[in-house]
């Protein structure tokens, strides 16, 4: 499978919103965004099930990122409101097969397809 395709990273003020896209073989796979910021190690920022039935965020994400799929589409969305500077990273969308849950979605081992990541900055 070819590995994952972001696009929609930028430059934004704070309080902005950006949506970031994954272009992907998708069906049968859990897919997830990760982020880094320099110095410091990748992060799990949210994730949703091959099925839509589960989506999972981190908590500094929660209630201002939505993660979605569109498997007929093969793509992944992250829609980022309310932007902090904080939020500033390289983002990366990533698929694996594993048993998703509440412990094991943000974990960087359960995800072998990676994408080669799509900046966001957020300016204060």
């Known amino acids: 499978q070819a590995q994952p395709v972001e696009s929609g990273g930028g430059s934004v003020q704070a309080g902005g919103s950006l949506t970031l896209s994954c272009a992907a073989s998708i069906n049968g796979y859990h897919m997830a965004w990760f982020r880094q910021q320099p110095g410091q190690e990748r992060e799990a920022v949210a994730s949703?099930?091959?099925?839509?039935?589960?989506?999972y965020y981190a908590d500094s994400v929660k209630g201002r990122f939505t993660i979605s799929r569109d498997n007929a589409k093969n793509t992944v969305t992250l829609q980022m409101n309310s932007l902090k500077s904080e939020d500033t990273a390289m983002y990366y969308c990533?698929?694996?097969?594993?048993?998703?849950?509440?412990?094991?979605?943000?974990?960087?081992?359960?995800?072998?397809?990676w994408g080669q990541g799509t900046q966001v900055t957020v300016s204060s």
């Open positions: 949703i099930s091959n099925g839509a039935n589960l989506v």
């Open positions: 990533a698929a694996g097969r594993f048993t998703i849950d509440s412990g094991s979605w943000s974990s960087q081992s359960g995800y072998y397809r």
